[in-house]
């Protein structure tokens, strides 16, 4: 009988195990290098469901200087989200706390607040929007734009997070400003704010980042 | 001194006459035509804060003949996010419910389950990846895969959805395969289902779709 | 007078060293590691004009269990393909003989008829396009569309297939329900099929695929 | 009965005539203004089959000045590919004949050989890479690419062109450097041709464009 | 004669005047809508070789707060530009003048120096990138980073940016922080600045921009 | 109390072990493979600033054919470029020099003047778009366009070139046609051009390419 190559059907009636990748996923290999669309893929024969399930997106513990928690279901963590342009998070933050002023510098971020209220803004050169938020809300960051989250309710504050990027990253101002070796003078001079002030900042935020000059 | 207000930044203080508008985001005018890339932007001086808010994205009502009910918060619903390549919703399933087997044409799913046990899969035409979740596990349905949602538990089961699509669309197979004026002879032909239970699904989802033929 | 050959125009007249990897292409190395964006490139002085040649898009076999053959030209088979967004195939359909339900999960098909008569179509959930072409016509089924093609005819049929996507895939609906190892019954659940019906069709498509749960 | 808002299944189940569209689809409003990601979509209750069939992929006219003919079933020809990323054409050349070097200034062309022969090329700053097809070959043109079809054999030759753009253009570069207004002096100082030579071209291929300088 | 239609040469030999867009180009129609991918299309046969060509990438006024001048070329003061995802700007600083810490949300930036001596940087959270630039150097700032560029020379300093996108936006952080309604508090809150310092600089900015919430 | 340093945020103040590789850029490891979205990162912790800093954008030597010199920064030259869409690159013309005739495949170039007089232009089948352009002026030759630059002025003429893409290539009309192996016969048969001026530019240009046939 002639040999049939390269038929698509034969090939999946007979359940064909060859590697001949169709692309219906690129599950991360985390070990090998990253690139511009993301990590390598791991060989399809070695992917199981786990590497499609990321378990752990529980309450964080928020005893810390924000009195507040991010868990992260990203890319580096949930290898089958590489190439998807897709990932999620879980807010937590207790009475008083607060998700300071940042950025995810290629990512737009869904804000879904599941327990408490949250107040929650993000601002233009022109503009802020801001709004109390309640069990039930989304709102909509855009990729970007600096924004804050206060937990401005009388008991904790629970959201669920997701991100236009299977690697959104989260930039906090304070980290960026204040916790390298940038010279005081020097932050002062490109933010305006008093070299005191930077100081204070360098010394809670540790100013002591590697500096690459 | 003179204050300076809603400048961006040097550029306006220069003499340019332009109105500037930088595509910080593009709200979508629901009334205007859709595009490839999504719809017409609002002016930015009607933007609001509301805009970028979705007021409801609760318990959906699972009296109907799924026990289920999946809310959208996609643009159509919230025109903040047009353009920004996310979208979200949240799953009811009552007891003994499910979403049954679907698609999202041109986006990924993530599942954050909130409550309750899901059981949930998505194949290829070589493997079934299925796994049951509990509140915590996020699950990743990849771009175009068909995938399914059951609550396998003795309660209720709430989830969050993220989707990598400001409009993500979803295509439940029975409505696809029985909710139209297909033949059901045709029906039989392409799926290999006796002719006798395409009638009898189409009689229960409707097949009186539109027949553009 | 010097000939100047090889150069990069002037940039390599000058004194730049570098060996001058310009992306024109990016031929596969298919025993490299696949990404999101596809396979690495083959180093550009092991590329022949071989790679960018696919012989063998000719009539396949149709003596099998759909009377039809999909000769594929993926970038799995033709390298040069790699990073592209295109790729092609042919279908061959014996009178009787139909390509049953399926999807392209990230990518749209083209369907140019060059012999024979077809009856093609795909659904959304609330229409159905399908029509009758013969030689001369193409139809469009837009990405991740379930869609199906029949020989309507008195004789074989025959057609070139376009795809936005070096590496389509191709998901028939049978073998995604039926081809793997999900029990009958939460098939059943999530299809509305009857349990003996979708026993009927394991028993025909195998259902012996691999579980990864 | 309560009213249910937002809810997906409802809503489908209901084959609800809402206009809240899903992009399944952007099929173009040809009398629309064009936008970088294509036409704005037509209302999807005004989309019928036709729009996603064309029918015409038939033998053009060869006895022209290149003895060729090049039928479109680009965006512009049919509405139903816009936004998706793919076109095709109908390529006849007559013994003798050839399309003679172009530009698909956007889009990767691939070339499928149903008759004939075909002696095909495209070149980089440092290679040609040129071969004789035949009848089941394919060939890939990477985007903006300079290339060439010529019938090369003894009798007319018919091929299929598929392009990863709904509106690739082609740009013969006989009518950019001959078919328009620049001076003759301008084409010579920028192409090292001869004075007469271009005169020579200019006089054969109108050399009347429109200048916009 | 017979009629030849969807010919593309015929079509391009006869240097038909049709409006059959073929999209070389997307010339921006600034009094039209916004969409994500851009603005409408001008009507081919109104576009001019002016809407390629911006004049006025000169010298800026630098007598203001910061001492220095961006002048742009971004798609709304250039409409040839729409669509093709780059622009350009002009960056003045007299001695002792700076941009100060600045994001462009969407759009990696390209800093080319001509004349003076400029000391840039951006920071991650982990780590600061800042080097002392003269005449031919370059610096990228990647998509969304935090900047800063400040004349360090004894004279005047001259740039050229290049931006990959056709509206890259700039968000001055003063402005975003200072320049606008949100609550002295809610700042300090959100920056661990000091209330004092933080109404200083609301008084310096402006701090009465729209408060949309 | 105790300073965070190296924090990205809260992630790893919460016991998450990741490295965490967060893509705010991605510098070209240029010994490793290329692939279709770039070349593989380099460990985010060898990068330095160097990295992302490229010297050397003067003046280049136009002592050749062309009496003009294009000075590249390419991501072959400028790894931190890598992903990122945009590149750079200088072009100095002694009087009475030109770029000749040439395209980018895949990238859009911005040309800012900054000395002299430089008449550029870009051709489509339908129109020649050219202008005599001077210092302060930009003009842009949208993608794949086969476009030139002439020193029109009295003296020498600079400019720096902005691309749409990290790596855009340069394809030299002249180069294309006649620096390689193509039969003279087949390049008159595909451009009109007559057999002689084909032979008299080969003999100039090199006309020993290699030929991948």
């Known amino acids: 009988m002639k040999k049939i190559t390269h038929s698509l059907f034969l090939f999946t009636i007979l359940s064909c195990t060859s590697n001949a990748a169709v692309n219906d996923f690129c599950v991360a290999d985390l070990k090998g290098p990253d690139?511009?669309?993301g990590y390598q893929c791991k060989p399809p024969n070695t992917v199981t469901v786990d590497d499609f399930v990321f378990s752990g997106l529980v309450a964080g513990n928020t005893t810390?200087?924000?009195?507040a928690a991010l868990t992260s279901a990203f890319v580096t963590d949930f290898p089958g989200l590489n190439g998807?342009?897709?990932s999620a998070a879980r807010l937590d933050i207790a009475k008083g706390g607060s998700i300071p002023m940042h950025t995810h510098p290629a990512a737009t971020e869904l804000l879904i607040v599941v327990e408490g209220q949250i107040t929650a803004g993000f601002m233009t050169p022109s503009a802020v929007y801001s709004k109390t938020l309640k069990a039930g809300d989304v709102m909509v960051f855009p990729q970007g734009q600096l924004?804050?989250?206060?937990n401005s309710g009388n008991g904790k504050a629970t959201a669920f997070l997701a991100f236009s990027s299977a690697n959104p990253?989260?930039?906090l101002l304070d980290l960026l400003l204040f916790g390298n070796s940038l010279p005081s003078e020097l932050?002062?001079?490109?933010?305006f704010l008093?070299?005191?002030q930077v100081?204070?900042?360098k010394a809670r935020f540790g100013g002591r980042g590697i500096d690459y000059s």
Chains 1, 2, 3, 4, 5, 6 share one sequence.
Do not use: C, R
């Open 35 to 37: 690139s511009p669309s």
């Open 84 to 86: 998807l342009g897709v």
């Open 169 to 171: 990253g989260a930039q």
């Open 187 to 191: 932050i002062a001079q490109t933010t």
């Open 64 to 67: 810390n200087t924000f009195n």
């Open 199 to 201: 100081k204070k900042l």
């Open 147 to 150: 924004h804050f989250q206060v």
């Open 194 to 196: 008093d070299v005191e």
